[in-house]
Each structure stands twice: as C-alpha cells, then as structure tokens.
C-alpha cells in the first residue's frame, strides 16, 4: 500500500524538465513583448524621417548581446538552452530590423558611427567565438568563458535602467519611466531568474536577478514620484532595451 501510495506521489510530481521548458516558454512571450518595446520609437521616426535626438547605442549593444547568448545556447557550449536560444534569435532579428530603420533615416555621420560599431562588434564577437571553441574544450569551461562576456555586458547594459532612475529621482516625475514596462522588466526577470535556478545556471541567474532587482526599484521609484509627476508634458517615445537572456 504505501509502494502504491509512493508510486503514485511520484506520478503527480512535475518533472524538474518540464517546469523548466514551462518557464522558459513564459520567458520567451514576456521578452518578445520587450523587445518589441521600442516600436513606437520607430514609427515616429519613419513617420518623421528623422532619427531626431534618439541615439543607436542601444539597439547596437542589444544585438551583440543577443548574439553572444545565441553562442552561449549552442550545444557544443551550453546544452540544453535551446529557449535561451530562441529568444535571442528573434532578439537579433527585430534589433536588425530597429538598426537598419536608424541607419536609413540618419546622417552621413551617423550611419559612419553605427558601421563602424557594427565592425568593432563582429570583430570582438567572432575573437570570442573563435576564441573558446579553438583554446577550450568541453562544455563547462566553454560555458564558464562565454556566460563570463555574456554577463559582463548584461551588467554594463544596465547603466540605461540606472540613467532612467536617476532621471526619475532628479525630476521626481516617472513620466518617462512607464509603469508596466516596469512591471514586465520585473516580470522578465523573476522568470529568466526561475528558469536558471531550476536547472542550476548561475550565468543566467545572475543578470536576470539584477534586472528583477532594479524592476522593484523602478516602482518603489513610481510610487514615490507618482504624484509629483507633471503628466500634462508631450511624451516622448522611450528607447528601451532589455538584456537578451
């Protein structure tokens, strides 16, 4: 009887494997609704024909730190990470969509910066390639190498979260800060952050749990300017980015 009745425990029980694909799934809808935040950004601007003051610096970094997750999700690299792939694989396809929309509505000098970014980044991107798969063998110290750039620039990516703060705090308005961007940011972390520690993947875990962090700040920050916000001002389209996971 109590063999039947463990059997039967264990049936019911949610397979690590499963949970985990489950929240990678969830990961994927919630990062593909961010990376699709900056479109309003784009509209204006092909409706405009002008770049105006928006800058390409994010959607440039955005897209070799999609490439590099891509990398870290490969087999021979990091197994089992095929939804870190997926998403990122669509990452690199909308910000070559958001890239190329700034390239053809921006000056000469301008389009000289992005193409030269653009080099600097395919160049730094295949060393690292090149890099881990001739000088390291073996899936843990190839995941050690890749998830070590691939956190460096997650980190180095949220110097834009920290400049919204502390906009928000020098004007002590949030009307450049949305709060269900907010609240997916917080949302996209906490679950990329689930995912890694299902299948223990610190190199996940880590970015993720810093965005999840600064998702709680952004609306303690909201609650505590929303009254003091002029909401009568024109808004201006955000440039946002989130790290690719």
């Not at 009887?1 to 019911?12: D, G, H, P, Q, R």
């Not at 990376?35 to 070799?64: C, G, H, N, Q, W």
């Not at 000088?135 to 070590?148: D, L, M, N, S, Y």
């Not at 020098?170 to 299902?198: E, Q």
Request: charged share 15%.
């Amino acid at each position: 009887m109590y063999i039947f009745e463990f059997a039967t425990l264990e049936s019911t029980m949610v397979n690590p494997e499963t949970a985990r694909t489950a929240v990678g799934i969830l990961g994927n809808v919630i990062s593909v609704g961010l990376f699709m935040s900056p479109v309003p950004t784009f509209l204006r601007i092909i409706k405009k024909k002008d770049v105006e003051d928006f800058k390409p610096d994010p959607y440039i970094a955005t897209i070799l730190n999609c490439f590099l997750w891509v990398f870290y999700g490969m087999p021979f690299v990091h197994p089992h990470s095929m939804l870190v792939q997926t998403i990122n694989g669509f990452g690199i396809f909308i910000e070559a969509i958001y890239i190329s929309i700034f390239f053809i509505y921006s000056n000469w000098p301008k389009r000289r910066k992005i193409l030269l970014w653009l080099l600097g980044e395919a160049v730094a991107f295949v060393a690292i390639v090149l890099g881990t798969l001739l000088a390291v063998h073996g899936t843990k110290k190839r995941t050690i190498i890749a998830g070590t750039f691939c956190v460096i620039l997650n980190v180095i990516m949220y110097a834009s979260p920290l400049t919204v703060m502390r906009m928000v705090i020098k004007t002590k308005s949030v009307k450049y800060m949305p709060f269900w961007l907010s609240m997916a940011n917080l949302a996209n972390g906490l679950t990329w952050m689930c995912y890694a520690l299902i299948r223990i993947d610190p190199w996940v875990a880590v970015p993720n749990g810093l965005g999840a962090f600064f998702g709680i700040l952004q609306l303690i920050l909201y609650g505590v300017y929303y009254k003091t916000t002029n909401w009568d001002e024109e808004e201006k389209p955000q440039e946002v980015q989130i790290p690719g996971k």
